[in-house]
């Protein structure tokens, strides 16, 4: 398929081209949070408004950790602009919704009070309804309520049948689900090799507020009275002051087949963590997390991309997973980017998919606990400096400046570009392309810089900055309303989403308790 210097197979290149339809209907979706703020920049302390509908039943519109954090959700999609159109309605109707409150426009948040002052986000009164809030109780409780709010875009991608035929049969084998499976984890094991560059060409949070440290230990720099930085930081989001834990620190997630990646999960699922027993289940009558698990469950796992299929009914995620395979993958690390309304646009979708594909097309050695801990430290590394010049990351044949090794990388996916333009009749794939090569030329292109350059040009705190971003999207989002149809389409929705909830609170038959034993059994 490739060989070590990241080239893709031209044999499978030339069968992708002579069908091209595997590669037009490619399969993506977009869960994007977002925290409500006031009009001072505070955390909202107001519920999820209900004219939203249900958090709990909505397809489009629920909450993340907090009911102050919006979780906004596309169908899946065919068609980038498509997706990102249905995206922008979402938005319309929320904001039409939202009265004087913000949408905060940057991952890190702001103006943060105290960890109890943070609302974890409630569902109703079903069984279901407070398992959820529970699980969120424990999130809280074992790593602390200010990193949950910190806020991003979930990449769902996935390719169609077709591609799976063409692929299969370009190498003699059967595209039967158990190929996809191994397939989707060779996507994820390269996916950790090098979504390094994720990091680089899209992160956004290169400062904090003061705020969002408070008394804990950290590596950052003053830039100004309010706001903490470092010079060449990308992605802080995803470092030591964003989705870290000591006790999933000592779990090697193996991702060489779904059976091992399942046990490791089991283990993690099942075997009690002694730091979480002190916290206790149920102390007095209340629920503090679901148990003593080092994870609660399946979702807690911090990883910059998972292997996904949905569930059923009363179903565990791993349970589906083992049943009946992958049917996509969910990328984790991308920063809201604040100059963006949406957070996201075309040429950043269009480059996720050409990287996704480049991940699932070429050779994935087996990954090792040694490998694990090299991508863990370029993560590191490309988070806090990843646009200092000369920074070298580590590979396993030894140290690599980065943007030697970048350029490798877009030059093996330069043909995929090329190819997918050809299949749309476009050259929208190669633009991205050609963007991000920019980027690794000149470090100032990237969002991070950006971000910074503007902060020092404008002599703007960490806060004003996104705010002036956010209340600027207010306004892009107020100058494109819904249509009336449009409008009365989200609004009948969101009522059939509260008769669905109250459809599901009546039929519990169970107390909690009981409920519990069985929603966390994993067989």
Known sequence: MADSAG????????????????LTHLQRGIEKESLRVATDGALSSQPHPQALGSALTHP?????????????ITSVHQDTDSCLEQLENVHRFVYHQLQ??????????????????IPVGRYGSSNIATAKTVYRLGLGNRYGRL???ISGIHYNFSVPDSFWTTYATAL???????????AYFALIRNFRRFSWLLLYLFGASPAICRSFVKARPHPLQAFDKGSLYLPYATCLRMGRLGYQSE???????????????????????????PPYEAIGVKVDGEYRQLNTAILQIEN????????KRPIRSGERPLSALTTRGVEYVEVRCMDLNPFLPLGIDAPEIRFLDIFLLYCLLLDSPDDSELESQLMQSNQLKVVEEGRRPGLELERLSGPIGLQQWAHELLSGIEPLAALLDECHGCASFNRSWQEQLAKVADPELTPSARVLGMMRSQQLPFFRFTMNQSIAHKGYFAEHPLSADELQAFEDEAAQSLQRQREIEAADTVDFDEFLKSYLALD
């Open 7 to 22: 080239i893709l197979s031209p044999e499978i290149l030339a069968a992708l081209q002579r069908d091209p339809e595997s």
């Open 60 to 72: 489009w519109i629920t909450t993340d950790f907090s009911e102050s954090q919006l979780e906004l």
């Open 100 to 117: 004087d409150e913000l949408l905060w426009s940057s991952s890190m948040p702001c103006i943060l009070g105290d960890d109890a002052d």
């Open 147 to 149: 990193m949950q709010t």
């Open 172 to 182: 003699g084998v059967n595209a039967d689900q158990a190929f996809q499976t191994r």
């Open 247 to 273: 006790a999933q620190s000592l779990l090697h997630v193996s991702y060489n087949s779904l059976e091992e990646y399942a046990g490791t999960m089991r283990q993690a699922l099942t075997q009690p963590y």
């Open 300 to 307: 807690e796992f911090y990883g910059t991309i998972r292997p």
